[in-house]
């Protein structure tokens, strides 16, 4: 199967004056076509720098990302990257509507508006929002759930090559988290987007990852198929992960 995304030995630092934080320190793995990998750890392991590396907005200090071979760029389309996060809302222009949302990455890419609207409608439709009813609102007028539908609806649009998904849950009502993990699993794997969940919810990267990466203080305690690490327990720091996660 085709490797769309490669990470390898990536490290970050920040620095702040004299003082250097090493985020993440040499973290390799790769997601093949339609697969999904789960980043798991807690608060301050490193997950969202690593985010942000993939999605080129933050330098590596060492090591190497590639999408496709090539290095990330945050756009859609073939060998882009795109992001979803955990604050749907805040995420969306507040002044537009949300078929012009949805329509703007196509619109970025070249396409004229009246064909953009209509991929974005049938993109609506396909995140369960008809796009008769939610066309013409905006961010103000919809629900959490709703908005971050929005949010994966124009991440999605033109189908880019990865799909970073940093906590997309986390901020909704447990009653409402599956429809969303659902949808991101069935556009994802028709799509062939290689995703990568960062959730510290172990349920939520059970259900939709493929692999797992267990990060601790910007180190990979382990890694591998998602059942075995699960499963077996091995590693001590990941027996503690799930031991500390209510009803996992
Ligand atoms: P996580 O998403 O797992 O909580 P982060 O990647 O946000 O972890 O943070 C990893 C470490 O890097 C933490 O020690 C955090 O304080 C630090 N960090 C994150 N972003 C920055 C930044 N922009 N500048 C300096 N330090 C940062
Ligand atoms: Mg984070």
């Known amino acids: 199967m085709t490797t769309l995304l490669a990470v390898d030995d990536a490290h970050i630092t920040y620095r702040h004056g004299r003082e250097t934080i090493q985020a993440v320190r040499g973290?390799?793995?790769?997601?093949?076509?339609g697969r999904a990998c789960g980043i798991v750890g807690e608060s301050?392991?490193?997950?969202?720098?690593?985010?942000?590396?993939?999605?080129g907005l933050v330098p590596l200090s060492k090591g190497r990302i590639a999408v496709r071979?090539?290095?990330?760029?945050?756009?859609?389309?073939?060998?882009?990257?795109?992001?979803i996060f955990q604050d749907p809302i805040g995420s969306l222009n507040p002044r537009r509507r949300l078929i012009d949302i949805v329509a703007e990455p196509l619109r970025i890419a070249g396409t004229s508006t009246s064909v953009a609207r209509k991929i974005a409608a049938r993109m609506l439709q396909e995140v369960g929002l008809d796009p008769a009813t939610f066309g013409t609102?905006?961010?103000?007028?919809?629900?959490?759930?709703?908005?971050?539908?929005?949010?994966?609806?124009?991440?999605?649009?033109a189908e880019p090559t990865v799909l970073v998904a940093d906590e997309p849950v986390s901020g909704l009502d447990v009653s409402i988290q599956a429809g969303i993990i659902?949808?991101?699993?069935a556009l994802t794997t028709r799509q062939g987007t290689a995703l990568v969940l960062i959730s510290h919810d172990l349920s939520v990267v059970q259900t939709l990852c493929d692999?797992?990466?267990?990060?601790?203080?910007?180190?990979?305690?382990?890694?591998?198929?998602?059942?075995?690490?699960?499963?077996?327990?091995?590693?001590?720091?990941?027996?503690?992960?799930i031991s500390a996660a209510p009803d996992f």
């Open 44 to 55: 301050g392991s490193g997950k969202s720098s690593l985010a942000r590396a993939i999605t």
């Open 137 to 157: 609102r905006r961010p103000g007028d919809i629900s959490g759930g709703q908005a971050q539908r929005i949010a994966i609806a124009r991440a999605l649009v």
């Open 182 to 185: 659902n949808l991101l699993h």
């Open 27 to 33: 973290v390799t793995f790769n997601v093949p076509e």
């Open 211 to 241: 692999h797992v990466v267990v990060l601790n203080n910007g180190l990979v305690q382990e890694q591998g198929n998602i059942r075995e690490v699960f499963t077996n327990r091995n590693n001590a720091y990941t027996r503690q992960l």
């Open 69 to 83: 071979g090539m290095a990330p760029v945050t756009r859609s389309g073939p060998g882009g990257v795109r992001m």
